[in-house]
């Protein structure tokens, strides 16, 4: 993890105590705002309710006052209705006539027809009742509700009759009649009595009786009573009730009420204030309440957004001090430095980091130009800062050189500042440029040799095939493949294989010039690119540095490791121009180098192709002339040198094809061998070479010949040991050769498969020796019992003295280690000489005798030994 990659320290400031920002020293504007209203909403409701008493006790004293009016205008109509009643009375009963016609002596008719004191009064003054008492107490007249009738007056005035009577009686001579208030049949009623008198009327002479007494009696009614009462502005005046007795606006009448009561409705101000008035409080109270609430709302949003802008300025106070602090960490623990610039692109602040990055002095470089310490692959800083439209989040690499010299690489991002001038960061991306580069490497190079892989070698061909070369400058393609490198890897180890391999890739660098191309694309494959060739000619000459240099043994802890190799050649335009054409006519020539031999190289030609296909059909034909035996056996007898006679013969086959012939092993066996068509092969030639040595005198074995390949596949003593006993053959009539491939292959496997071929009895010779590695070790190692010398070196002996000597060394070493030795080649009686002056234990070659087919063979057996004569 980078420092820059650790989250950055970011401490919450705190502000001191008596900052006026420190939250603890605020109260929100909001609970202010509520305090203050709610305070207010009190007072109002005081108010109102103050106002709302005032105007009940208002109202209430305004209709206490309407309420002793209205009794005292009652009490007024009630009086005023006795005083009317009275002088009514008194202008009927103190009048000279009433006295004449209804005192001295009752004449009804002149009272009641004559309508005196007739119905009238009933009709136009409401009196229900007019009665006419005498001394006696006896009614005398009676009209009632204008009817002239016969009831007693005690009828109607009950018991209180006597009192009305005396006191009439009493108001005689002053004639001041009385009233009094009664009950008549439930009805309260206002009586007004009076004594008759002759009044002013000097014409009546008064008697001696008590004076009789008029009574009127006018009943209370209900519609009597309202017209009263509205007269007197006293409103739906009437009887009361049982119910309204006790209330106020009651007026008892008679004594203690015996007569009734009345009751009005006095007129109600105050109720009438306060219905019309309470509404309007009501409603004026709601609308303050309202007010308020909507005041409360506006203050306390008012209050809040006070708050919020407080609070929001506390925070922009805290972040600006937070984002202070961050800036601060940022700028000193990132990796990155901070610069600005004045619009003359000289340095105007350079960050602490800058002088822990860069080693560079921050004072060395204030004023200095940025161009000065920066620059870019494209051309100055200030030109790029001046590209119209630059986007800010663009950022651009550029190169400083450090304190100590050394190229670093930065990535710096600029942004216009407000005035004149940029400001931005570098981040040092030295070591992230260079680990992109070592991965871009990487995924185009060979981890062990560093060699370009096949993804750059195609990269660079395809770039090369682009540029279209031409048959006097073509582009050469060299496949090259190592020969003999696996043995390397198995015998000695993958450290061993891989030191070869780098060794190999060193010298392969070392032969090419600058500008061509040395690709690891496999194992042990490599493929050279060359743009700047002449010709051909060159080609080769290079080819041949190519393999020599290879072929330069390379040191393995004092160990000596020979390899080789093949190179096929394939050339743009003129054979391929597309790459994938031209890598496989390179590989098509390879293989015909290795199938030629190996350690040489090969153009690609038209014909190699049909070659190829060619070599396809064979092996089709191979595996038919398997099955349909159209193999031969040759045998080439062997000779002791010392005393010429035969002593086996060496098993070799032959393909007779219908159609080419006799085809020769060195052509089908590496195809059998690839296709694995080995197995059957060589299973028809040992069973064919030992039914065959069955036939031939005891002292004759026969030699067969083993593929290294058939060691891979294992099994060979079992498959030996079933032939041989098929055969019914001595085993120890059959040596079998092996070349130095076997044990390069698989040593220890190979060792193994040995032994047990030894158990059964089988003789093991060391084929072709003294041209791979002939290390004189494996004929210690091995279970061998002869070698055979390599034909080259007879073919040389005449002309050098170094292989006579080499040839004298290996029958030396064959002798000291027991093997019988071999001379392969025999072409002439010179080389059979010098093997009998050297020694050789024995022999076989053309000169003594070519390998024959089986009935010449059999023949030559017959005829006995023709050499015998010769050695
Ligand atoms: P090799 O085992 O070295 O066999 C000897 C080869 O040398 C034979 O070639 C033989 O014809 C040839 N030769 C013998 N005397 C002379 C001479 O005086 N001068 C010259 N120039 N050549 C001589 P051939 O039969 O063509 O066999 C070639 C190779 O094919 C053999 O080499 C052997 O490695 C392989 N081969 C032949 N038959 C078999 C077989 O049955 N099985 C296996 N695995 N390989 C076989
Ligand atoms: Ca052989
Ligand atoms: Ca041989």
């Known amino acids: ?109 002149w009272a009641f027809v004559r309508q005196n004191i007739g119905p009238t009064l009933y009709s136009d003054f409401g009196f229900e009742g007019l009665f006419v008492v005498n001394d006696a107490d006896a009614t005398v007249y009676a009209v009632t509700e204008g009817n002239l009738t016969t009831v007693d007056a005690a009828q109607w005035l009950g018991p209180s009759m006597s009192q009305i009577l005396a006191r009439a009686r009493e108001g005689a001579e002053k004639e001041t009649p009385t009233t009094a208030y009664i009950q008549v049949n439930g009805v309260p009623a206002l009586v007004a009595a009076a004594a008759i008198t002759p009044g002013t009327d000097p014409t009546v002479v008064p008697d001696d009786r008590a004076p009789s007494v008029l009574i009127f009696v006018t009943l209370l009614t209900d519609a009597k009573l309202a017209a009263l009462g509205k007269d007197y502005g006293v409103g739906a005046l009437h009887v009361a009730t049982p119910d309204e007795l006790g209330h106020a606006s009651v007026l008892a009448l008679g004594q203690d009420g015996e007569a009734g009561a009345l009751h009005w409705i006095p007129p109600k101000p105050g109720e009438r204030l306060l219905m019309l008035g309470l509404p309007w409080v009501c409603v004026a109270g709601l609308l303050v309440c309202l007010m308020a609430w909507a005041i409360l709302r506006r203050t306390t949003a008012s209050a809040k957004s006070l708050d919020d802008s407080y609070a929001s300025l506390q925070r922009s106070q805290i972040a600006l001090a937070t984002s202070e602090a961050r800036f601060r960490d940022v700028v000193e623990a990132s990796s990155d430095w901070v610069w600005e610039i004045d619009d003359q ?44 439209d630059r986007k800010p989040e663009i950022s651009i690499q550029c190169r400083y050189a450090d304190a100590r010299g050394q190229a670093r690489i930065t990535r710096l991002s600029a942004r216009q500042m407000k005035g004149a001038g940029f400001r931005g960061t570098a981040t040092d991306v030295t070591e992230e440029v260079e680990a992109r580069r070592r991965i871009e490497f990487l995924s185009q190079h060979d981890a062990l040799t560093g060699l370009p892989n096949r993804v750059r070698l195609q990269e660079f ?66 493929v050279l690119i060359l743009t700047d060739v002449e010709g051909p000619e060159e080609v080769e000459a290079l080819c041949q540095r190519l393999i020599g240099s290879i072929e330069h043994p390379v040191l ?38 290795k199938a030629s031999g190996r350690s040489t190289w090969r153009f690609y030609a038209g014909d190699m192709n049909a070659r190829i296909i060619e070599r396809r059909r064979l092996e089709s034909d191979l595996r038919f002339a398997i099955k349909h035996g159209e193999l031969r056996l040759h045998f080439q007898p062997r000779y002791r040198i010392a005393d010429g006679h035969m002593v086996g ?47 031939w005198p005891a002292h004759l074995f026969v030699s067969i010949n083993l593929s290294p390949a058939e060691f891979k596949r294992g099994q060979v003593s079992l498959r030996v040991q079933k032939i041989l006993e098929a055969s019914g053959l001595e085993p120890s009539r059959v040596e079998l050769e092996i070349t130095e491939g076997v044990m390069l292959e698989d040593a220890a496997g190979a060792l193994e498969v040995m032994r047990s071929l030894k158990r059964l009895g089988v003789r093991i010779a060391m084929d072709d020796f003294g041209t791979g590695y002939s290390s004189l070790s494996y004929l210690r190692t091995f279970p061998f019992d002869g070698l055979k010398i390599d034909r080259s070196f007879l073919t040389r002996l005449g002309e050098s003295e170094d292989d006579q000597s080499i040839v004298k060394a290996i029958i030396g070493l064959g002798r000291a280690l027991s093997l019988t030795v071999t001379a392969e080649g025999i072409e002439t009686a010179e080389h059979l000489a010098l093997l009998k002056a050297v020694a050789c234990d024995e022999g076989q070659g053309y000169y003594l005798s070519k390998p024959l087919n089986m009935s010449d063979f059999t023949s030559l057996l017959g005829q006995g030994s023709p050499v015998d004569s010769d050695c």
């Not at 802890?557 to 335009?573: C, D, H, L, R």
């Not at 006799?662 to 039914?691: K, M, R």
């Open 556 to 593: 393995l802890n004092e160990q000596e490791v020979f390899v080789s190799a093949s190179i096929g050649i394939a050339m743009a335009p003129t054979d391929a121009r597309e790459a994938a054409e031209l890598l496989r006519y390179a590989d098509i020539a390879l293989y015909e180098a």
């Open 345 to 388: 692109g000289r340095f105007t602040y350079l960050s602490e980091r800058f002088e822990a990055v860069t080693g560079l002095s921050r004072d060395g470089w204030a004023g200095a130009s940025m161009d000065d310490l920066l620059g870019t692959e494209m051309g100055t800083v200030s030109q790029w800062l001046a590209i119209p």
């Open 461 to 526: 061909l395809d770039g090369k095939l682009k540029a279209t070369p031409t048959a006097q400058h073509p582009l050469v393609m060299l496949s090259l493949d190592l020969d003999r490198f696996k043995p390397v890897n198995d015998l000695l180890g993958h450290a061993a294989g891989d030191t070869v391999l780098n060794e190999v890739s060193r010298r392969l660098s070392d032969c090419v010039r600058h500008g061509d191309l040395v690709a690891r694309v496999g194992g042990d494959e490599f």
């Open 1 to 109: 993890m980078t420092e820059r990659d650790e989250p950055l320290p970011t401490p919450m400031p705190t502000l001191p105590p008596s900052d006026p920002l420190n939250p603890r020293n605020h109260r929100s504007s909001v609970a202010l705002a509520r305090a203050s209203l709610f305070k207010f909403v009190v007072l109002l409701t005081g108010v109102f309710v103050l106002g709302g008493c005032m105007l009940a006790y208002l109202a209430r004293d305004l209709d206490r006052v309407e309420e002793v009016e209205s009794e005292f205008y009652t009490l007024k109509a009630v009086r005023s209705l006795e005083k009317s009643l009275s002088a009514t009375i008194k202008d009927y009963a103190f009048w000279g006539d009433s006295y004449k016609n209804l005192h001295l002596h009752v004449d009804t008719d």
């Open 649 to 695: 013969a060496e098993a070799l086959v032959r393909w007779q094809h219908p159609v080419r012939g006799l085809i020769a092993p060195d052509t089908f066996i590496p195809i059998a061998e690839e296709t694995g068509l080995i197995i059957p092969l060589s299973d028809w030639v040992i069973a064919t070479a030992c039914s065959q040595a069955a036939t």
